[in-house]
């Protein structure tokens, strides 16, 4: 599993307090938007994008251009019928001549939304296969699809998971997700044994990040490759052609060298070109406008190694920038006093970038579902020698907290007013540091012992470099060295923190969950890793001889309860230690361990009554996001000379709007 630094944080205010029902508004912007199934629709306002240079401007929208022409490709991935059914039910939805207000239509509509927001026919988040809430007859009857497609749709035991991470079953063959045909784990993991063995050990490629691995009919086992010639090739070449109209209006030379080194990539497939690329990328940083554009990030394959696509366009916002950059320019110290094992720390911190940014548009797997933060990239020995791009998405935060206030679920599961006023003074500003410190240092700290393999934690590497990041930031937001350097009010602020933390991971985030299911995905099975972890190894340790940290029932309703924040940190400080341990010694067997015992299973009972509380509070558990639509304003000539953003554009009619003039069938 190689080096994961794609944050989808639910971060400790958002945890409290997810959407609610009415709309906030900032200056007449409106921050929500329309709610469907368990999501609520948000919008982020581009704030800034007015003031930019027309040279900017020009950039954004041909880079935005080159992000919405990858969406197909991960329609594809996420499994081999999506784009399909996709086209199907959008034909449907288009050409229905019945009621629709029937009881059918509507179930249908609904599960289309949750298509366009799933990129495919399982939950983006616990991928769990959607159950189609319209009858299966009318379905067929109005469609005339296939058997095989009503069986995909409707037999809960086809294509259940799209990413099944079950201990003991062949993960390649029981997920849904279209990065392996005709081949099982054990084969797919003997093939990349032998590639790998046969690679540069010092400064190793990714390999199968791009491709798809395939086994003849005579049994042969290949990489079919993503490039403009390859798998994928017509969405790509929409890509590149984007690419070079966006290159002459770059903000530098080198920025130009970013954008040819990703087109002879795109093309060729050459991994070693994408190396060159990452790393004329991640040491380009002062251009304010900035772009990631690519296949990223492999949470979508159980066996963590292929890539899906994804894209961001952003801005720098000049101003929130500084409080990232205090925390890079002091990246070494941070290095040096962390509790892991001298061995297993950097001695000396490399290029390590961080900023806040704006985003101005989403695309692929950053869209509509999108981080809040990114560091990037992911290879192991290109941070090490190179260093690394951290960003806090400044405007989607914004959205997030905006839309969440007032909605109950503060006074619902904080344990009582002390923490309650803690959560709401500090909670918002002490989520942003707790962002910055797991992308701009959690990610970029420690190092892998020579001859580890980067995937040698295997299905387990995600949630154990979450985790890595995660106490990180957790053990560093409570130290003396965020007040001095002016990053908190005062000694007690991160304690908001450590109470949305650990309540998110011991209690709310369940409520994104079925009833009966366990945790799955990486970025919750991280939270509720450390947050166990600590309730199990804090009993008797605190400085009056209670445990640290405990479930506490009060009228029949569960809380958490932090008796020693101090101490607390030290648990977290011990299990940091812990995990880059494992990290840096890829070792297998305590990854496991430690996941299986603390970051999958979820009591029944409590699960219950925590989804009960959540229901009564009528909240959408996740949230996404409308991208706003640019304008480009052209002369006779058909030189643009201006471009306009606008925020109108609905739901269903920008995904449609993206199936017809982004897709290239």
């Known amino acids: 599993?190689?080096?994961?630094?794609?944050?989808?944080?639910?971060?400790?205010?958002?945890?409290?307090?997810?959407?609610?029902?009415?709309?906030?508004?900032?200056?007449?912007?409106?921050?929500?938007?329309?709610?469907?199934?368990?999501?609520?629709?948000?919008?982020?306002?581009?704030e800034g994008f007015d003031e930019l240079?027309?040279?900017?401007?020009?950039?954004?929208?041909?880079?935005?251009?080159?992000?919405?022409?990858?969406?197909?490709?991960?329609?594809?991935?996420?499994?081999?019928?999506?784009?399909?059914?996709?086209?199907?039910?959008?034909?449907?939805?288009?050409?229905?001549?019945?009621?629709?207000?029937?009881?059918?239509?509507?179930?249908?509509?609904?599960?289309?939304?949750?298509?366009?927001?799933?990129s495919g026919i399982h939950h983006h988040y616990g991928s769990e296969k959607f159950v189609p809430e319209f009858s299966k007859e009318w379905f067929a009857a109005e469609t005339g699809c296939s058997e095989e497609i009503l069986n995909v749709l409707f037999n809960?035991?086809?294509?259940?998971?799209?990413?099944?991470?079950?201990?003991?079953?062949?993960?390649?063959?029981?997920?849904?997700?279209?990065?392996?045909?005709?081949?099982?784990?054990?084969?797919?993991?003997?093939?990349?044994?032998?590639?790998?063995?046969?690679?540069?050990?010092?400064?190793?490629v990714m390999h199968g990040m791009n491709s798809t691995l395939v086994k003849s009919a005579d049994g042969v086992i290949y990489e079919d490759r993503w490039t403009t010639n390859g798998k994928y090739g017509k969405s790509l070449t929409k890509v590149v052609e984007n690419l070079k109209l966006a290159r002459p209006f770059a903000e530098d030379a080198k920025q130009q060298e970013v954008i040819d080194l990703l087109v002879s990539y795109y093309e060729t497939g050459d991994l070693h070109t994408f190396d060159q690329y990452t790393i004329a990328w991640v040491e380009n940083t002062d251009p304010l406008v900035d772009f990631v554009n690519g296949f990223t990030e492999s949470y979508g394959d159980p066996l963590g190694m292929k890539a899906s696509w994804e894209s961001i366009v952003n801005f720098k916002d000049l101003a929130a920038t500084k409080?990232?950059?205090?925390?890079?320019?002091?990246?070494?110290?941070?290095?040096?006093?962390?509790?892991?094992?001298?061995?297993?720390?950097?001695?000396?911190?490399?290029?390590?970038s961080a900023k806040v940014i704006r985003a101005a548009i989403l695309g692929g797997d950053l869209y509509p579902s999108t981080a809040i933060g990114i560091n990037l990239p992911n290879s192991n020995w290109v941070r090490a020698e190179h260093g690394s791009k951290s960003v806090t998405i400044a405007n989607l935060t914004q959205a997030y907290a905006e839309s969440s206030k007032g909605n109950g679920m503060l006074k619902e599961f904080v344990y009582g007013a002390e923490e309650e006023e803690l959560v709401k003074q500090y909670g918002a500003f002490t989520d942003d540091l707790h962002t910055d410190l797991h992308e701009c240092l959690g990610h970029g700290s420690g190092k892998l012992l020579p001859s580890v393999d980067p995937e040698a934690l295997k299905a387990y590497g995600s949630t154990i470099e979450e985790a890595r990041a995660d106490l990180f930031a957790l053990y560093y937001i409570a130290d003396d060295k965020m007040v001095e350097l002016g990053l908190l009010p005062n000694a007690d602020a991160y304690k908001a923190c450590y109470i949305g933390q650990m309540q998110n991971g011991l209690l709310t985030q369940i409520v994104r969950i079925k009833l009966g299911d366990q945790i799955e995905e990486a970025h919750m099975r991280n939270r509720a890793l450390i947050a166990y972890w600590a309730l199990e190894n804090g009993k008797g340790r605190a400085a009056d001889g209670k445990d640290v940290m405990e479930?506490?029932?009060?009228?029949?309703?569960?809380?958490?309860?932090?008796?020693?924040?101090?101490?607390?940190?030290?648990?977290?400080?011990?299990?940091?230690?812990?995990?880059?341990?494992?990290?840096?010694?890829?070792?297998?067997?305590?990854?496991?361990?430690?996941?299986?015992?603390?970051?999958?299973?979820?009591?029944?009972?409590?699960h219950k009554e925590i989804l009960a509380r959540y229901e009564a509070l009528d909240i959408a558990p996740y949230k996404g996001f409308i991208n706003p639509v640019y304008t480009p304003i052209k002369d006779a000539q058909g030189n643009i000379t201006d471009v306009v953003v606008s925020y109108t554009e609905g739901y269903a009619e920008q995904m449609l709007r993206y199936s017809k003039d982004y897709s290239v069938e």
Not at 165 to 193: F, I, K, M, P, R
């Open 156 to 204: 809960p035991e086809v294509m259940p998971k799209r990413v099944n991470q079950a201990q003991g079953e062949d993960l390649v063959l029981t997920s849904a997700s279209n990065y392996y045909q005709g081949v099982t784990q054990a084969e797919a993991e003997a093939y990349y044994a032998r590639v790998k063995a046969e690679g540069d050990q010092q400064h190793p």
């Open 1 to 46: 599993m190689r080096n994961l630094t794609k944050t989808l944080l639910f971060s400790s205010v958002i945890a409290l307090a997810s959407c609610g029902g009415s709309v906030k508004q900032e200056e007449g912007f409106n921050y929500i938007d329309e709610r469907f199934a368990d999501i609520q629709m948000l919008r982020y306002n581009v």
């Open 53 to 118: 240079s027309l040279q900017q401007k020009t950039f954004i929208y041909h880079l935005q251009e080159a992000a919405l022409w990858g969406r197909d490709i991960l329609f594809d991935q996420n499994g081999r019928y999506n784009l399909e059914l996709r086209r199907m039910m959008e034909k449907l939805y288009q050409e229905y001549q019945g009621d629709r207000e029937s009881t059918d239509f509507k179930a249908f509509e609904t599960y289309l939304k949750r298509l366009w927001f799933s």
């Open 551 to 606: 479930m506490v029932n009060r009228d029949g309703k569960t809380y958490v309860r932090i008796n020693d924040y101090a101490v607390l940190r030290t648990l977290f400080g011990e299990l940091l230690a812990e995990i880059q341990r494992i990290k840096s010694t890829g070792d297998f067997e305590a990854a496991r361990d430690l996941v299986e015992t603390y970051a999958v299973k979820i009591d029944y009972d409590l």
């Open 323 to 352: 409080r990232a950059e205090q925390l890079s320019a002091n990246a070494q110290w941070f290095e040096v006093n962390s509790p892991v094992a001298p061995e297993f720390k950097k001695e000396k911190v490399k290029g390590v």
